[in-house]
């Protein structure tokens, strides 16, 4: 079984796209209404925006495991927090079946990678409260919770926490 990362190209948006829909259809339906969710897996619309993504230059890595692609994960030396030399790490997904075979430590090894290499010394990542298993994953890796919260906005305003690693 081979397990590549590499960036991504806008070839891969379709794939990306698909990443992305279908691991919020895993991981945020008792978190986020359903009525809501569902404005969010336009996969279209998510082409279109890492078509953009990869465009600008962003910090877009595809994992493809054994010929499909199953992983994804969105990054920016830069944050909205205006932490000081911390990147921010937007998204990390897998398909669900891909989920516990250690692909998500080797994709967020590659994203951490590049983050150090543009000058980043922490990364930013914010994850919903109730998502158990990601904050598992992330504080297994060695990311801390800077007890900073914040609602997200959806209707019933699950709770997000910042996560920061010192890299």
């Known amino acids: 079984m081979k397990y590549e990362i590499r960036r991504a190209m806008i070839d891969d948006a379709e794939s990306l796209a698909n990443i992305i829909v279908e691991s919020w259809r895993s991981a945020y339906s008792s978190i986020i ?12 619309r998510r082409q279109q925006q890492f078509e953009r993504f990869i465009q600008d230059g962003e910090i877009v890595l595809i ?29 990390i997904y897998l398909l669900e079946e891909y989920w516990g075979k250690g692909l998500a430590t080797k994709i967020m090894d590659v ?7 543009e000058g980043c010394e922490r990364a930013s990542l914010w994850v919903y409260e109730e998502n158990v298993r990601a904050r598992g994953f992330y504080e297994k890796y060695g990311f801390i919770f800077d007890g900073t919260k914040k609602h997200s906005h959806f209707s019933n305003k699950p709770i997000e926490l910042r996560y920061i690693l010192d890299i």
């Open 33 to 44: 209404p359903e009525n809501e969710i569902t404005k969010f897996l336009d996969k279209q």
């Open 63 to 91: 994992g493809i495991y054994d010929g499909i692609p199953c992983s994804l994960a969105f990054a920016n030396k830069d944050n909205d927090e205006k932490l000081e030399e911390c990147g921010s790490i937007y998204s």
């Open 111 to 117: 994203v951490i990678s590049i983050l150090k290499d």
